[in-house]
């Protein structure tokens, strides 16, 4: 586990965050960007002193900007006494240097300041070996490590090395000699979960997966359909790794919900990549519940960015991608948009399309489980004749199908109607005959 990044017996480090226009792919606006990227900032506990958008016509090879916005951020930079530069952009390794030099402070890009991020808030072995194998991946040509783009120099012993000194020293060869180990690793890990699939795939229980831009909500909304309580913040990646619970739907059916990891515009493709093996389970999925902030002037926004990352993962062949948006935060609109969202929503939730919530006061929560039940029963009815002996019998189709019909005949036998996967019925003749 990589040291700590900030420590919080002393001031938390000063930043200035750049956001350069004109270079992303996004639609959202500048500003908009901006604010993401100081918020991302934030939850690595920067002290951000100032915030600048950066017209950039011509991007300069040896330091994005050109020559005399360097100077008039150098500036800046003295100007708010920062100790690092978030810049909202991919930069070069030559590129980080040179404004390194420039600025005399630490300078981090986008895809460093996300894994950093990730990199503290990963608890579970997998999720720390994922984000490990993206921060090799990131690092092949750099020669710093991103442990140690914020670290403290530290005095007092003679000694002005952070934590990641000896990996400065790393070569490609031990890099690549890690990653290779790492892939192996997380191989394992997408064997196990493949194992899991099938053991549940036996069962079977549909699985429904949150995805959903950061901060969106989604583990408010976990917390409140599962009744459990994974940390929910108003923060940016407030959780990482991937949680499960089952879950009652409407007339019993059971169901297994998977809250992922927050996407985010321009993930950065090392993590989409090393966390493959976690965001198969959405591919896998008998539904997805696509989690937005309905309340943000940039949902829409990030609906597309959500898209665009789902695109890259994979579906089963033969599988059909459901997928299920769920309206979050209505309880934050004033009282026109509210009746606009809901009007719409309704419409959109008669086609299995959309359904308006907060999971914050559980507001269309039911009509929210509702519609899931209603998108993922299609298994098929059987109608089961039961003796007054098979109390067993019974308790077994109550726990893993959904009896949608019952009543008891006059020589005290029970008629059931379930709906059972044809795997599950096959289960239940050889278990109870």
Same mark, same amino acid.
């Given at each position: ?7 919080? %017996? ?26 993401? %990227? ?334 899931? %039940? ?60």
């Amino acid at each position: 586990m990589a040291t700590p990044l900030i420590d919080h %017996a002393v001031p938390l480090i000063r930043a200035i965050v750049i956001h350069p226009d004109g270079r992303s792919e996004s639609s959202r606006l500048a500003e908009e960007r901006l604010e993401e %990227a100081a918020g991302l900032a934030r939850a690595l506990d920067l002290d951000v002193r100032a915030e600048e958008i950066v017209r950039v016509r011509k991007p300069t090879p040896a330091t994005l900007f050109g020559s005399g916005k360097v100077e008039e951020l150098a500036a800046l930079v003295r100007a708010a006494d920062a100790e690092a530069v978030v810049v909202d952009d991919d930069l070069s390794p030559v590129q980080q240097r040179n404004l390194e030099k420039a600025w005399d402070c630490k300078v981090i890009d986008r895809t460093g300041l996300i894994l950093e991020i990730f990199g503290r808030r990963a608890r579970t072995k997998e999720g720390r070996l994922q984000v490990e194998l993206a921060r090799l991946d990131y690092e092949r040509s750099r020669l710093v490590r991103t442990w140690t783009h914020l670290e403290r120099q530290r005095g007092g012993t003679g000694s002005t090395g952070g934590p990641g000194e000896t990996q400065i020293e790393l070569d490609r060869r031990l890099i690549a000699d890690r990653i290779v180990k790492l892939k192996t690793e997380l191989e394992e890990v997408r064997r196990t979960r493949g194992l899991h699939r099938k053991a549940r795939a036996r069962v079977p229980f549909p699985a429904v997966a949150l995805v959903g831009y950061t901060n969106a909500g989604k583990s408010t909304l976990f917390n409140r359909l599962t009744g459990s309580d994974v940390v929910a913040k108003d923060l940016l990646f407030a959780t990482l790794d991937t949680t499960q619970r089952t879950i009652r739907l409407p007339q019993g059916r059971p169901a297994i919900v998977a809250d992922t990891v927050g996407f985010i515009s321009d993930l950065p493709h090392e993590l989409v990549e090393s966390f493959r093996a976690t965001l198969e389970e959405v591919g896998e999925a008998d539904l997805i519940l696509h989690v937005r902030d309905i309340a943000s002037p940039d949902s829409e926004a990030q609906r597309k960015d959500v898209e665009a990352v789902l695109k890259q993962i994979e579906t089963p062949e033969g599988k059909t991608r459901r997928v299920l948006e769920v309206w979050n935060k209505i309880d934050l609109l004033d009282a026109e948009a509210r009746e606009a969202v809901l009007g719409q929503a309704e419409r959109l939730r008669a086609q299995g399309n959309a359904v308006a919530v907060s999971a914050w006061t559980g507001e269309g929560i039911e009509a929210l489980r509702e519609t899931i %039940a209603g998108l993922i029963d299609d298994d098929p009815e059987t109608e089961l004749v039961l003796d007054p002996s098979q109390g067993e019998a019974l308790a077994w189709l109550y726990e893993n199908g959904r009896v949608t019909g019952r009543e008891t005949d006059g020589e005290g036998r029970t008629h059931v109607v379930v709906r059972l996967h044809p795997a599950a019925l096959g289960r239940f003749e050889r278990q109870f005959g």
